[in-house]
Nanobody
């Protein structure tokens, strides 16, 4: 069974930094796209950043220049380095990965359990 295990959330003051990590554990054959989404209270879940297996990255306009997504394929892990945090970055952050558990299985999207990031002003 595949699980995405997130870590690194917490409480930080505005202007501070946090680093999130998300490891895919279990029987994983291949991971394609990995990304981070966030959902603030009363708002829809939105894409924050994504990275494909070739290292191509994509960011939401609101985090460009402040957040950096990276991945370690050997560890099946994706990271999100968040700098210059703002109160509006406060949300639950979710990891997402499109992966195959065998060479014959379809690619399926998996979600992590979410980690709270709170930025105080």
């Amino acid at each position: 069974q595949v699980q995405l295990v997130e870590a690194g959330g917490g409480l930080v003051q505005a202007g501070g930094s946090l680093r999130l990590s998300c490891e895919a554990s279990g029987s994983v054959f291949n991971i394609n796209d990995m990304g981070w989404y966030r959902q603030a209270p009363g708002k829809q879940r939105e894409l924050v950043a994504a990275i494909n297996s070739g290292g191509y990255t994509n960011y939401a306009d609101s985090v460009k220049g402040r957040f950096t997504i990276s991945r370690d394929n050997a560890k099946s892990t994706v990271y999100l380095q968040m700098n210059s945090l703002k109160p509006e970055d406060t949300a639950v952050y979710y990891c997402n990965a499109g992966l195959k558990i065998t060479v014959y299985s379809p690619r399926v999207g998996y979600w992590g359990q979410g980690t709270q990031v709170t930025v105080s002003s």
